[in-house]
């Protein structure tokens, strides 16, 4: 569904010189097929999933959803970044329906989704309050609600739950494959947690240092549903130790 063909990035720096961020990248991914990408810091992923979002341009080579060239946002591309930025005047249910508003597609049906969705996440009885007056995890909540309520066929989140607790981190992991098994869609998912890229995902892209290039991908053989507790399955120590050597090297069995 989503081709990503000898794709290069680079960034112009003021001083004049250039950051390559991406180099020579190929990559396929299938409908409905979770990915995580996982690499060291500023290794770009986040320049991955821009380019895949329409957000930015590919110095060389070009990224297709469904064989046709990206040049721009798309409609069906719902995103997830790390802070939810939720309009701080609007309650939650008219955040939920923004992007709607901005499509244009307000529509009743809309508003049930939004309704639907909003109870999806456990924010059913909050649909009226606002911003402020809901945790971190709630608001990340509200933020997926929001990425959804257009049904887009890709999901594209950025550390999603890389600004929450410990807990609430698991708790929304869970939720989020809850939702991906009732709504299936492509997700591409940028985390730093090898635990939480192999719980989750199909496939691990594993990018290498900056210039960013494939290092591997990584096959995860666990069943579905997936738990926390298949994190003392062979299959997930396999996966994650694979990962970490391809990120770490010799370092990954050093202490
Ligand atoms: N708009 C931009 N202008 C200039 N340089 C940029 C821009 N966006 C990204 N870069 C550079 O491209 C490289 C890759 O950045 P990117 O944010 O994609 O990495 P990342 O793997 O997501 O990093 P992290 O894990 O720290 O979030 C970095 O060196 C970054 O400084």
């Known amino acids: 569904m989503i081709g990503i063909e000898s794709v290069s990035k680079a960034f112009g720096a003021r001083d004049g010189s250039q950051v390559v961020a991406l180099q020579d990248v190929s990559l396929a991914f299938d409908r409905n097929e979770f990915v995580c990408l996982v690499g060291p810091s500023g290794c770009g992923k986040s320049t991955l999933l821009r380019l895949v979002a329409g957000l930015v341009e590919p110095s060389a080579g070009r990224v297709t959803i469904e064989g046709a060239a990206v040049d721009g946002p798309r ?56 911003p ?65 890229a192999v719980l989750l995902a199909d496939r691990v892209v594993v990018l290498s240092p900056r210039p960013g290039r494939v290092a591997d991908v990584v096959k995860v053989g666990l069943p579905r549903p997936r738990s926390f507790a298949m994190e003392a399955h062979d299959e997930f120590q396999r996966c994650a130790g694979r990962i970490r050597s391809l990120i770490f090297g010799d370092r990954a069995t050093a202490a």
Request: hydrophobic fraction near 45%; charged fraction near 20%; charge should be negative.
């Open 75 to 130: 409609a069906d591309t719902g995103i997830v970044f790390q802070s939810p930025t939720l309009l701080p005047w609007a309650s939650i249910l008219d955040n939920v329906l923004f992007p709607a508003r901005m499509m244009n597609v307000c529509t009743p049906d809309a508003v049930r989704r939004a309704h639907a969705l909003l109870d999806l996440v456990g924010l059913a009885e909050f649909a009226g309050r606002h």
């Open 132 to 196: 402020r007056e809901l945790s971190g995890g709630m608001q990340q909540r509200a933020g997926i609600a929001r990425a959804l309520v257009h049904q887009p066929d890709i999901l594209l989140m950025d550390e999603p739950f890389g600004a929450l607790d410990a807990l609430t981190r698991e708790e929304l992991t869970l939720e989020l494959l809850r939702i991906w098994s009732d709504q299936p869609k492509t997700i591409l998912f940028v985390t730093h947690s090898i635990p939480e």
